[in-house]
């Protein structure tokens, strides 16, 4: 008896997206939703703030079934998803919790060493160098 392996396919819609475009919005919307349940838990509202994160690590989990992976290419999407999780997920915590924009706070490793590479006035231009290596390596690496 032999079995075949199945095959994922994803829904229509995301089949014709390209890879690049799959792998940014994944990517962005995974690192949103976890930016605004960490904001969420932060200011109080546990149970939602719990329900969004979850949702991020459900949907970057599923990531697989969505995108065409190569495994010889691997290092491109982490680099990708890395870039853009310092480039959007402070900004969407600050937003969820009424902070400043530019914010960073003074307890956690991340907030000290983000302190050491952009000071305030210099915050919205390293994250913006980050969020736009974050989407032109897709763009640029990843099959289209």
């Not at 976890?34 to 838990?41: N, Q, S, V």
Request: hydrophobic fraction near 40%; aromatic fraction near 12%; charge should be neutral.
């Amino acid at each position: 008896m032999v079995f075949s392996q199945p095959t994922h396919k994803p829904p229509g819609f995301i089949q014709r997206m390209p890879e690049s475009a799959k792998a940014i919005t994944l990517f962005s919307a995974t690192i949103i939703l976890d930016g605004i349940g960490d904001g969420l838990c932060d200011s109080g509202d546990k149970s939602l703030g719990h329900a969004l994160q979850a949702a991020s690590t459900g949907l970057l989990v599923l990531s697989p079934l969505f995108l065409d992976m190569d495994k010889d290419n691997w290092w491109w999407y982490a680099m990708s998803y890395v870039s853009l999780r310092i480039g959007l997920f402070d900004y969407s915590y600050n937003i969820t919790r009424g902070l400043p924009l530019g914010y960073i706070g003074s307890t956690s490793t991340w907030d000290k060493a983000m302190q050491q590479v952009a000071p305030p006035g210099n915050q919205i231009f390293v994250r913006g160098i980050f969020f736009t290596l974050g989407v032109s390596i897709p763009i640029k690496e990843l099959k289209r």
